[in-house]
């Protein structure tokens, strides 16, 4: 190790400049080196490794670093987090080791997080009526209470237990999964190392206590269940359930979904636990971040570098990549970033794997429900439901909006609908507009609004989606969000609608996925994304998968890295 790190101070470095959202260039008279410790293809790993003393270099193959988690300026002045748009589950070991405040990242806290208006009449003359969460215990509960004093009471019960079987369930997502061939096979020297792996679990379940039965409830339950169990009120019940179907072919009444929202608060910012943010500058700005801390280490970062393949020698190793150019670069190991299928089926020489292996890899379920659709605005949305006059900004503005929530049944016909082949008439629709916080955004005066909708099928009655398709769904959508918010469709100057084919086209996610594969319990821990591959490695030796298609999965981000980093490095050392 010392010797890979001398050596990587005598070699040449490239000057590299990133610009506010996450543009990339590097410059040299020499081009690639001759031979790096580790390529990653695409993704942050590079700065774990080049501090550890792996001379790194990242390929990226769009024009911008950070695969999902990208800022784009689609429209003149509106700068977009295009795909990926909130940030809570960036582990903070990783934050401060790297030290990315250093580095660029700024997130904005929101508070409140989550507002909920109502398609109703009035109530006296008044408006209709929403529902808004935020940090403000009390506050939440006169929010809840206008719809059932019973959930009030039972809201701050609720959100205790699910903080103490999310907070459980740290020690997992910071390690890699057990070493069961270690700890069962082997001698007494491997099945000793491997016995380490046992601790985060130890620590999982002492965390629990007598919680292990609710536990394993909640993570195999349909999250309809567990709700109906604490609460009575609807729009209470439809807006914790979005949390439990977000990103997921899946409905409330499915079994599963408990575990999905487990996920998504099981995240930390700022040391506000399960809180979401914006970053400056949008989800770029992580990425941007990362470059930076790897680039003040050493590493060399290169966009629209297109992988053909990974090179594997004639033992069955990797050893370097051959880009679309025909550019062969050498490396003693290569990170993947890409989704699993990406990785065996399209980035591997023909022949490498076993066609068994290969037939495996075709059974991980990537179906998605998502179509993003990006907007850019001439003025804010005012909702009937909690009207602000003058283009100026509410509270609720900075929130996650959820519309079409109102009920869990809602939610259960859109999944129908998508199940059946067709995009949902009334789908589910998650708005936020961090240019309210964020001013680096958007010219004055004007926004960028984020609908993250569901539920939308891959195919349409097994069909390819046409540019009519595209734009009559997100007609559809302005459709609702116009009946809570009158005026919106004439605000719209640019929007950029992205199906599932299109977030796996541009972004990579096989099947428009953006966890890099379903969150199903078949699908995680020691069977991300399959029981063989649950500890990073691959069947091709010095090949590892380090993106969110790996434990501790989708949105989780830099701990798939950060274990694989980790893992390669021992290898390394060892050999």
Same mark, same amino acid.
């Not at 019960?157 to 740290?170: M, N, P, R, S, Y």
């Not at 998508?418 to 958007?442: C, F, Y």
């Given at each position: 190790?010392?010797?890979?790190?001398?050596?990587?101070?005598?070699?040449?470095?490239?000057?590299?400049?990133?610009?506010?959202?996450?543009?990339?260039?590097?410059?040299?008279?020499?081009?690639?080196?001759?031979?790096?410790?580790?390529?990653?293809?695409?993704?942050?790993?590079?700065?774990?490794?080049?501090?550890?003393?792996?001379?790194?270099?990242?390929?990226?193959?769009?024009?911008?670093?950070?695969?999902?988690?990208?800022?784009?300026?689609?429209?003149?002045?509106?700068?977009?987090?295009?795909?990926?748009?909130?940030?809570?589950?960036?582990?903070?070991?990783?934050?401060?080791?790297?030290?990315?405040?250093?580095?660029?990242?700024?997130?904005?806290?929101?508070?409140?997080?989550?507002?909920?208006?109502?398609?109703?009449?009035?109530?006296?003359?008044?408006?209709?009526?929403?529902?808004?969460?935020?940090?403000?215990?009390?506050?939440?509960?006169?929010?809840?209470?206008?719809?059932?004093?019973?959930?009030?009471?039972?809201?701050?019960?609720?959100?205790?237990?699910?903080?103490?079987?999310?907070?459980?369930?740290?020690?997992?997502?910071?390690?890699?999964?057990?070493?069961?061939?270690?700890?069962?096979?082997?001698?007494?020297?491997?099945?000793?190392?491997?016995?380490?792996?046992?601790?985060?679990?130890?620590?999982?379940?002492?965390?629990?206590?007598?919680?292990?039965?609710?536990?394993?409830?909640?993570?195999?339950?349909?999250?309809?269940?567990? $709700?109906?169990?604490?609460?009575?009120? /609807?729009?209470? *019940? #439809?807006?914790? =359930?979005?949390?439990? &179907?977000? @990103?997921? %072919?899946?409905?409330?009444?499915?079994?599963?979904?408990?575990?999905? $929202?487990?996920?998504?608060?099981?995240? /930390?910012?700022? *040391? #506000?636990?399960? =809180?979401?943010?914006? &970053?400056? @500058?949008? %989800?770029?700005?992580?990425?941007?971040?990362?470059?930076?801390?790897?680039?003040?280490?050493?590493?060399?970062?290169?966009?629209? *570098?297109?992988?053909?393949?990974?090179?594997?020698?004639?033992?069955?190793?990797?050893?370097?990549?051959?880009?679309?150019?025909?550019?062969?670069?050498?490396?003693?190991?290569?990170?993947?970033?890409?989704?699993?299928?990406?990785?065996?089926?399209?980035?591997?020489?023909?022949?490498?794997?076993?066609?068994?292996?290969?037939?495996?890899?075709?059974?991980?379920?990537?179906?998605?429900?998502?179509?993003?659709?990006?907007?850019?605005?001439?003025?804010?949305?005012?909702?009937?439901?909690?009207?602000?006059?003058?283009?100026?900004?509410?509270?609720?503005?900075?929130?996650?909006?959820?519309?079409?929530?109102?009920?869990?049944?809602?939610?259960?016909?859109?999944?129908?609908?998508?199940?059946?082949?067709?995009?949902?008439?009334?789908?589910?629709?998650?708005?936020?507009?961090?240019?309210?916080?964020?001013?680096?955004?958007?010219?004055?005066?004007?926004?960028?609004?984020?609908?993250?909708?569901?539920?939308?099928?891959?195919?349409?009655?097994?069909?390819?989606?046409?540019?009519?398709?595209?734009?009559?769904?997100?007609?559809?959508?302005?459709?609702?969000?116009?009946?809570?918010?009158?005026?919106?469709?004439?605000?719209?100057?640019?929007?950029?609608?992205?199906?599932?084919?299109?977030?796996?086209?541009?972004?990579?996610?096989?099947?428009?996925?953006?966890?890099?594969?379903?969150?199903?319990?078949?699908?995680?821990?020691?069977?991300?994304?399959?029981?063989?591959?649950?500890?990073?490695?691959?069947?091709?030796?010095?090949?590892?998968?380090?993106?969110?298609?790996?434990?501790?999965?989708?949105?989780?981000?830099?701990?798939?890295?950060?274990?694989?980093?980790?893992?390669?490095?021992?290898?390394?050392?060892?050999?």
């Amino acid at each position: 190790m010392a010797a890979a790190a001398a050596w990587a101070r005598r070699a040449p470095r490239f000057a590299t400049v990133v610009d506010s959202v996450g543009k990339c260039k590097a410059y040299t008279h020499t081009g690639f080196k001759s031979h790096y410790d580790a390529l990653v293809i695409g993704g942050g790993e590079a700065a774990y490794l080049q501090k550890g003393g792996i001379q790194t270099a990242v390929l990226e193959r769009r024009h911008v670093l950070g695969g999902a988690a990208v800022t784009e300026e689609i429209f003149p002045g509106f700068h977009f987090s295009r795909c990926s748009y909130l940030l809570s589950l960036l582990r903070p070991h990783i934050h401060a080791d790297l030290e990315l405040k250093k580095h660029g990242l700024k997130v904005y806290m929101r508070d409140p997080n989550a507002f909920t208006p109502m398609l109703e009449e009035g109530l006296r003359g008044g408006p209709p009526r929403s529902l808004t969460l935020g940090s403000d215990l009390a506050e939440n509960q006169r929010e809840i209470g206008r719809f059932s004093q019973k959930d009030a009471k039972a809201f701050s019960d609720f959100v205790l237990h699910l903080e103490k079987l999310a907070g459980a369930i740290h020690p997992l997502l910071d390690a890699p999964p057990v070493d069961i061939p270690g700890v069962t096979t082997g001698s007494l020297k491997r099945r000793l190392a491997a016995a380490k792996t046992l601790k985060p679990v130890v620590k999982c379940g002492l965390k629990l206590g007598r919680n292990i039965p609710e536990f394993y409830e909640i993570i195999t339950a349909p999250i309809s269940k567990i $709700l109906n169990r604490w609460f009575e009120s /609807e729009p209470l *019940k #439809a807006t914790l =359930a979005t949390d439990g &179907v977000i @990103g997921a %072919m899946t409905s409330p009444s499915n079994p599963g979904s408990g575990y999905v $929202l487990l996920h998504h608060v099981m995240g /930390e910012l700022e *040391k #506000a636990k399960g =809180a979401w943010g914006y &970053v400056e @500058g949008g %989800m770029g700005g992580v990425s941007k971040a990362l470059a930076n801390a790897a680039r003040s280490y050493g590493a060399d970062i290169f966009t629209e *570098k297109d992988v053909e393949h990974v090179l594997v020698d004639s033992d069955g190793a990797a050893r370097g990549v051959v880009l679309k150019d025909g550019t062969e670069i050498q490396s003693r190991i290569v990170l993947s970033n890409a989704t699993p299928y990406v990785t065996f089926k399209n980035l591997m020489p023909q022949g490498a794997l076993s066609a068994e292996f290969l037939k495996a890899v075709d059974q991980i379920d990537y179906t998605s429900p998502v179509t993003k659709i990006n907007v850019a605005v001439d003025k804010l949305p005012n909702f009937l439901a909690a009207p602000t006059p003058d283009n100026k900004p509410g509270p609720h503005h900075q929130c996650s909006i959820h519309i079409n929530c109102e009920s869990v049944d809602i939610l259960e016909a859109a999944y129908t609908e998508a199940m059946n082949g067709r995009p949902s008439t009334r789908p589910m629709i998650e708005m936020t507009i961090p240019s309210v916080l964020d001013p680096t955004l958007a010219p004055p005066g004007s926004h960028v609004v984020s609908m993250f909708t569901q539920f939308t099928p891959f195919r349409i009655e097994g069909r390819e989606w046409t540019e009519q398709d595209r734009e009559a769904f997100a007609d559809n959508v302005f459709d609702w969000v116009e009946k809570y918010a009158p005026g919106f469709k004439q605000s719209v100057v640019g929007r950029d609608i992205l199906t599932p084919p299109d977030l796996e086209r541009i972004f990579g996610l096989t099947g428009g996925n953006i966890f890099h594969g379903s969150m199903s319990l078949d699908q995680l821990y020691l069977a991300r994304p399959l029981p063989s591959l649950s500890d990073y490695r691959t069947p091709i030796k010095g090949l590892y998968l380090c993106g969110s298609g790996s434990h501790p999965g989708g949105g989780v981000m830099g701990s798939p890295g950060w274990n694989a980093a980790l893992t390669a490095m021992a290898d390394l050392k060892r050999h």
